[in-house]
């Protein structure tokens, strides 16, 4: 009898983000605080489909589509909002979306022409420790997320004042958003290596398949 990849546990488990990712969605513009927990439970399950994955066996090109898309679909409808919050900011935010899914996307492909097992094998030094330590992945994934999600906050109110800097007042989520740009900014030239190395090997294989075409 064939497996039902759709039954896959780390699918369902793909399947509860997209849940929570429309949840937060709906909850956007009207409950900062529904959003806020749906939308980082959402970032915070994505660590675990890729672990029963392995541990189960249950590996498949579908669930990794799966995860991208929910991904980029979740973090990309909050930078709209953002982009909404922030007007003034509204190029940043394009060109951050931009960034984000043709990078990614790019970088799915060019491992499915290869025939990669996986998107997660590169030969990229960055990339090979992006994916290969799951610490690494945990804080560069959920700090690019937290940083969204406190500039989100900051729209509604600075929060709590954690201290004063020169009578100047450092509220809870402007500290969270200090905290966490680092993160944000290297996950941004992870997502340019990304768009680098991908077009490289696109660029590898039509050489190749030209050569056999001429030959």
């Known amino acids: 009898m064939a497996e039902n990849v759709f039954l896959f546990v780390p699918n369902l488990i793909g399947y509860v983000r997209i849940f929570l990712a429309i949840l937060s969605f709906y909850y956007m513009a009207v ?11 959402n970032a915070f399950l994505d660590q675990f489909d890729g672990y029963f994955a392995r541990r189960q066996g249950q590996v498949s090109k579908f669930g990794a589509m799966l995860d991208m898309l929910t991904d980029r679909c979740a973090t990309t409808c909050l930078m709209v909002m953002l982009s909404e919050f922030f007007p003034s900011y509204r190029v940043v935010f394009q060109f951050l979306i931009s960034l984000d899914i043709s990078s990614h996307w790019l970088h799915m ?25 799951w610490t690494v992945l945990f804080i560069m994934c959920m700090g690019n997320e937290l940083f969204f999600v406190a500039l989100y906050f900051i729209h509604f109110s600075y929060g709590p004042t954690v201290f004063t800097v020169n009578n100047v007042s450092v509220g809870w989520w402007s500290l969270v958003a200090y905290v966490n740009f680092p993160i944000f ?3 941004q030239l992870i997502s340019v290596i990304h768009l680098v190395t991908a077009s490289q090997d696109v660029v590898a294989y039509d050489v190749a398949e030209r050569r056999k075409t001429s030959s």
């Open 31 to 41: 409950s900062p605080v529904i959003f806020a927990t749906c939308y980082l439970l």
């Open 109 to 133: 492909y060019s491992s499915l022409i290869k025939g990669d097992q996986s998107h997660k094998i590169t030969t990229n030094f960055f990339l090979r420790l992006y994916y290969s330590s």
């Open 185 to 187: 900014f290297l996950k």
